[in-house]
């Protein structure tokens, strides 16, 4: 098995292609033995692929125990994309914890596997985990009114809020310059010169776009801004809402949460949620940036994060939401060129497509500049003016 045919062949997809022809009941016998390893008790009696995740396969899990039933989340971690998942679990673990212990939070509670550890390393090297199963919520694509947007963002913003106090040793960085953008456009040009997959052609357009727009790789002065520690995966679909009152549950997907930027969350949670439409679609009219839904994630952030978030913090919440869109559209891209090693695709030219997306959405997003700045002025009291009034 090479790297690509195991990046590319998720175990997710297999489930949704058995069920397009038909095999409703296909379950693989040793993807239901994992959960054996874990401290559960009871027998699988379903497990169906779950999420939208571009990295690592997700399933639920219903177990019976003495005619109860109990669902869980199982997942395996990509470990070509987080090499150290023992580590990662540590952090995963130690956040976990540290949210449990503040009143009235939900979070993703991790179930440790029977010896201990909190993940279970199969015999041909795949790492997995279990986790609790969260009901009555809902996880959303693209927001269907601002109030969802609101909560997301709230949400997202009292993760960070809450682990501001995470006692111990600093966070291991479970993937190193995730959100350095010059980095990443440092390895769009190395694909563009190598153009391995001679892919560069069907890309011209927007490769010349990428070049114009290389000063979005600095106008954000992360050096100069606080280190915290943030979620770094804010997609909408990384948070969970209540099914009936919309209301904020916690966030997921908890494998990039480590020292960074505070921006990058809030830019990233604007890049997807203030858009009416998916990273997935093809009809690039539909893309546009939506300025209410930016005010409303602007207000529900801001809510959460106001107390502890400093004048420079603030400074960068109109840019933010472009150079993550930018950020994303570059790796989108260089994927595309290096021939589809990182994100999962489903056709050929499906990281171009995204990279499209997320182009579109930042032409709007620059059409857009200044009224997201007026935005932030007025929502966002600078802390000085706050603490003399
Ligand atoms: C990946 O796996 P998922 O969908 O939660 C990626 C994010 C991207 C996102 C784009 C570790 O997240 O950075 O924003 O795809 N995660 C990693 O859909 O690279
Ligand atoms: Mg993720």
């Known amino acids: 098995m090479n790297v690509n045919f195991l990046q590319n062949s998720s175990l997710q997809g ?26 559960v008790d009871g027998k699988c009696i379903n497990l169906v692929s779950n999420g939208n995740g571009n990295v690592n396969d997700t399933f639920v899990a219903t177990l019976e125990n003495r005619g109860s039933l109990g669902k869980y989340t199982l997942q395996r971690i990509n470990h070509l994309v987080f090499t150290n998942p ?17 009143p009235g939070r939900r979070c993703l509670r991790v179930i440790p596997a029977k010896d201990g550890q909190f993940f279970h390393l199969d015999e041909d090297g795949n790492y997995w985990r279990l986790m609790e199963y969260i009901e009555q919520v809902k996880c959303l694509e693209v927001p269907q009114n601002r109030k969802q ?17 995470l006692p111990g040793a600093r966070l ?17 040009s190395e694909s563009l010169r190598e153009n391995s997959h001679n892919r560069a052609k069907e890309a011209i357009e927007w490769i010349d776009f990428v070049r114009k727009r290389e000063p979005l790789c600095e106008i954000l002065k ?8 943030v979620h770094n995966d804010t997609k909408l679909n990384n948070v969970l809402l209540d099914a009936d009152s919309d209301k904020g549950v916690c966030a997921i997907d908890l494998d990039t949460v480590m020292p960074g930027c505070v921006l990058h969350d809030f830019g990233d949670l604007v890049r997807t949620a203030a ?11 539909k ?33 933010a939401p472009l150079v993550i869109t930018f950020e994303l559209g570059v790796r989108f891209l260089t994927d595309y060129l290096t021939g589809d090693t990182y994100f999962k695709v489903n056709y050929p030219e499906h990281n171009l497509n995204r990279a499209k997306v ?32």
């Open 358 to 389: 997320q182009f579109q959405l930042l032409r709007s997003m620059e059409e857009h500049q200044r009224l997201m700045e007026e935005t932030v002025a007025s929502v966002c009291q600078p802390r000085g003016r706050l603490l003399t009034t």
């Open 287 to 319: 893309v546009t940036f939506l300025t209410d839904t930016y005010k409303a994630i602007l207000d529900g952030y801001y809510q959460s994060t106001h107390q502890f978030l400093e004048d420079n913090e603030i400074a960068g919440l109109a840019k």
């Open 275 to 285: 858009c009416p439409v998916s990273e997935d679609e093809m009809d690039l009219t």
């Open 149 to 165: 947007a609101y909560e997301a963002a709230f949400t997202f913003g009292q993760f960070q809020a809450d682990l501001l106090d």
């Open 14 to 39: 297999l489930f949704k292609f058995a069920k397009q022809i038909g095999l409703d009941n296909f379950c693989d016998k040793s993807l239901v033995e994992n959960i054996s390893y874990f401290s």
């Open 222 to 229: 992360v050096e100069e801004l606080p280190v915290r520690v």
């Open 86 to 102: 023992p580590q990662l679990m540590e952090n995963f673990s130690r956040v976990s914890r540290h949210l449990q212990a503040k």
């Open 172 to 188: 291991i960085e479970t993937i190193p310059d995730f959100h350095n953008t010059k980095k990443r456009f440092e390895t769009f």
